[in-house]
Structure formats: C-alpha cells, structure tokens
C-alpha cells in the first residue's frame, strides 16, 4: 500500500469513527481525544487530518448530503414502484454497510438547535421530503396514492424511514421492514 493509499484509508477510519462516536455520545459530548484513541492514533495526528471537531462533523454531513442524491426519480416508472425499489435498494445497502444508518441518524441529529450552524445549513439543504412530495403529487394524479397534502404525507413517509434507521442503528439485529409496508402508508386502499 502507498502512502497515499495509507492516508486515505486513516482518514476514513476518522470519518467513521467520528460518525460512530458522534451518534452513539452525541457530538458534544465526544472529545478530539476519544476519537482519535478509537482509531487509534495521536490527537496530534488527528489535526493533520481534520483542523477541529466541527471540520469534521461538517465533513461526514457533507457524505450525508451527497448521498441522498442517488435518489433521483424515473418518471418512466410508477410513483409507488419507485419508492418501493429505492427504500429495498436503501434497506440492502444499510445492512451491507451499517455507517448508513448512522449517517441517517446524524443528519437528523444535525439540524437540532444546538448543533454547529453550517453542518445544520448542510443537512437542510438536502430536500428529499420536498422533492418526494412531488412524486406524491404525481402518484395522487395518477389515482395510486389517496388524496391528501402531499407535503405532510412526504414527512410522514420519511419520517418513518427516519424512525427505522435510527433503531437498526442501535439494534444491529433488527431486520428493516418490507418496503411495501412504508409505501402502504400512501396507497389507496
């Protein structure tokens, strides 16, 4: 392995541990020092990679954000079909890689009053209950889905993935529910 190869790889270590540490103590409550010992390595050499605390918390938000951009929808696909595979592709994933879950309980962990302002502007960029309401929109029209706010019932839905993530987060044997049980929520009866 190269240097490079070596750096990128303590770097990761950082981010994931950073991320672990950050939802299981919470991030005021989790010290430079902590993670760096997790890793393991110096705090000192903990400053060569990432200048601060909050550089780092804004870093892992930023993966975060860029990650829920996968979701970009068909419209050659029905509304229901589409978020059925997304949250079967999101639950798969999830499992393969367990730091999904985590991500998903920090972003909602960082637009909290409290939490350092620009990982919170970060995270409230991301739109995915918005642009879902859209699809909603499109579902409702399309006599898929029953009538109602769009809006409201794009929350709810995420709001119950939200809910999912956060507990296979702190119960690693829990199995993510069937992906049509979510979409039920929307569809007409």
Known sequence: ????????????????????????????????????AAVPMSTGLM??????????????VRMGAEGTKAADYNP??????????????LFFYAKDQPMVFYIFVLMGQVRRPGMPEEAGKIANSVHTVENTAGLIEAGQAQGLFHE???????GCFWASVQGIMEEMAVNPQMHPPEP?????MLRKK
């Open 1 to 36: 392995m190269t240097r490079q190869e070596q750096k990128e790889e303590r770097r990761k270590a950082i981010l994931m541990t950073g991320l672990k540490l950050f939802v299981e103590r919470g991030y005021h409550e989790t010290k430079i020092a902590d993670i760096a």
């Open 76 to 89: 050659d696909v029905p509304p229901d079909l589409f978020l059925t595979g997304f949250l079967r592709q």
């Open 180 to 184: 049509e049980w979510l979409v039920a």
């Open 148 to 154: 109602g706010d769009p809006l409201s019932m794009s």
């Open 47 to 60: 400053f060569h990679y990432f200048a601060s605390k909050e550089e780092l918390l804004l870093e892992i």
